[in-house]
């Protein structure tokens, strides 16, 4: 009966993992490991309540890399694909992995207090640029303040990709 028991316990662990693994699949990038952009929104909706709380003001960045796919064309998806990891982790370094998703290809957003938003920035190209010796694609950044208008996060999104294009 022991070993009938043990079996059993296995078998909801095994189960219960299988379950984790299936919610972390479904909320996170397979790429970065950043949050997916389903995840993203319904956080940062509580992150920027956070910080407005802390007297803070909660900013929007959508970041895109340009010429991607030049980039892959040229040193194949491999190499792209690390490239995007590399930038992921400095976003997730310098704003949380909470805060930070991947919202899909080439394409990132972070919800941040504005302060101190440019140095973090700049702080991430230096260092992204410099892992690979300058050989990246341009990365351009728009950014939504919430001081404009108090918007969803998805809405904040889209504006701060129209920034980013324009």
Avoid: W
């Amino acid at each position: 009966e022991p070993h009938e028991n043990e079996s059993e316990l296995k078998h909801v662990m095994y189960n219960s993992l299988h379950v984790a693994s299936m919610e972390k699949a479904r909320s996170y990038d397979f790429l970065t490991g950043l949050p997916n952009m389903t995840c993203f929104f319904e956080r940062a909706e509580v992150e920027k309540g956070h910080i407005e709380q802390e007297g803070g003001q909660p900013i929007l960045l959508y970041i895109d890399f340009s010429g991607m796919k030049f980039f892959n064309a040229r040193h194949g998806f491999a190499e792209g694909d690390k490239i995007l990891q590399s930038f992921a982790r400095l976003l997730s370094g310098a704003f949380s992995n909470e805060n930070s998703c991947r919202i899909g290809a080439d394409h990132f957003a972070v919800l941040t207090e504005e302060e101190g938003v440019e140095e973090k920035l700049n702080r991430i190209f230096r260092e992204f640029g410099e892992l690979y010796g300058g050989k990246t694609p341009p990365v351009h950044v728009g950014i939504y303040p919430y001081r404009i208008e108090d918007v969803s996060a998805s809405t904040a999104c889209d504006r701060a990709k129209l920034a980013c294009t324009s």
